[in-house]
């Protein structure tokens, strides 16, 4: 099986659910990774943003020498699936939050924090993104959501019903992908096909950038 058939996708294991995410891409075909060093995700063709605490996990990320080149790949077109705390770490702005947190960026969004209120408002839901078999049931912990989207973002999903009736919850920008809810919690496997297929055409999507490059340079 070759590099693209099985990806290797890494998943950010400073803090939060780390192994759900490794179980799910396991399941999918790809080769999942943890990651805790520069070096590790130097060898990935994606990340997954795990849920957890958004501050923690930048703080650490800072101190252990990742959130820079974090940055650099995702602006370089590393794929990247944020879920919860994921979703607030790939957010360009943030509504709501310490006025020292820092992101790893990318997503044209602003992401409000603990939108739908504490831990004790989680709640489940369902959640159509247009995938086949339906609408995904969707587990929101502490959940954001998106307040606003640049014009390049595409919404994927909003809430249906009740005080957030039309909040988005999940949105895709070129080769990222984020979601408020985890499901990686609910055994559904969609939304993380849904970004292995995005790895896995990845390396395609870049040659067909170089090879542009190459014939305008012959030219």
């Given at each position: 099986m070759s590099a693209v058939d099985r990806p290797v996708i890494g998943v950010l294991?400073?803090?939060?659910d780390v192994r759900e995410h490794l179980t799910a891409l396991?399941?999918?075909?790809?080769?999942?990774?943890?990651i805790r060093r520069p070096a590790e995700l130097?060898?990935?063709s994606g990340v997954v943003l795990p849920g957890g605490e958004s501050t923690t996990i930048a703080k650490l990320a800072d101190r252990s020498g990742l959130l820079e080149?974090?940055?650099?790949?995702?602006?370089g077109g590393l794929p990247a699936y944020g879920s919860c705390a994921g979703m607030i770490l790939l957010a360009d702005r943030i509504l709501d939050a310490p006025p020292d947190q820092e992101t790893i960026g990318g997503l044209d969004v602003t992401v409000r924090r603990n939108a739908f209120g504490r831990q004790v408002d989680s709640f489940e839901s369902e959640v159509d993104l247009g995938l086949?078999?339906?609408?995904?049931h969707a587990v929101f912990i502490r959940a954001p959501w998106v307040e606003e989207a640049g014009d390049g973002v595409q919404v994927l999903?909003?809430?249906?019903?009740?005080?957030?009736?039309g909040r988005i919850v999940a949105v895709r920008q070129g080769n990222l992908v984020a979601t408020s809810f985890h499901p990686e919690l609910t055994g559904d496997r969609r939304v993380h096909a849904l970004?292995?297929?995005i790895v896995r055409a990845a390396p395609a999507q870049q040659a067909g950038l170089v090879a542009g490059t190459e014939e305008d340079f012959d030219s």
């Open positions: 294991a400073l803090q939060g396991a399941a999918l075909g790809a080769e999942p990774v943890a130097a060898a990935v080149p974090l940055r650099a790949a995702v602006r086949a078999g339906g609408p995904l999903g909003r809430v249906v019903g009740g005080d957030a009736d970004f292995v297929d």
